[in-house]
């Protein structure tokens, strides 16, 4: 069983930066890959990034170059790092891990943005 925390949502205005971050509760070592995801009112949860063991990133093609993601093995965290954030960029950001092939999932931070 994993437990993941997500924190650091908020409202921000077009144009600003906030950094999310997952806790996990068990080392990132076993955790296979680490990842962020979206909802928007309506939609489809989308992936926003991942980051797997070995380091390897992957980005939504809307985010990149604008959100960074990362890890802090000591701390056993996922960052995610959003500049130039976008009034599209306003949804529920859940924080993903998979372990032993198993997906689990946190209970998500609002991120609104206003024009």
């Known amino acids: 069983q994993v437990q993941l925390v997500e924190s650091g949502g908020g409202l921000v205005t077009t144009g600003g930066s906030l950094r999310l971050s997952c806790v996990a509760s068990?080392?990132?070592?076993?955790?296979?890959?680490m990842g962020w995801y979206r909802q928007a009112a309506g939609k489809e949860r989308e992936l926003v990034a991942s980051?797997?063991?070995?380091?390897?990133?992957n980005y939504a093609d809307p985010v990149k170059g604008r959100f960074t993601i990362s890890k802090d093995y000591a701390a056993n965290t996922v960052y995610l790092q959003m500049n130039s954030l976008k009034p599209e960029d306003s949804a529920v950001y859940y924080c993903?891990?998979?372990?032993?092939?198993?997906?689990?999932w946190g209970q998500g931070t609002q991120v609104t943005v206003s024009s």
């Open positions: 980051i797997t063991r070995d380091g390897w990133t």
């Open positions: 068990r080392s990132m070592s076993t955790m296979k890959t």
């Open positions: 993903r891990g998979v372990v032993d092939y198993r997906a689990y």
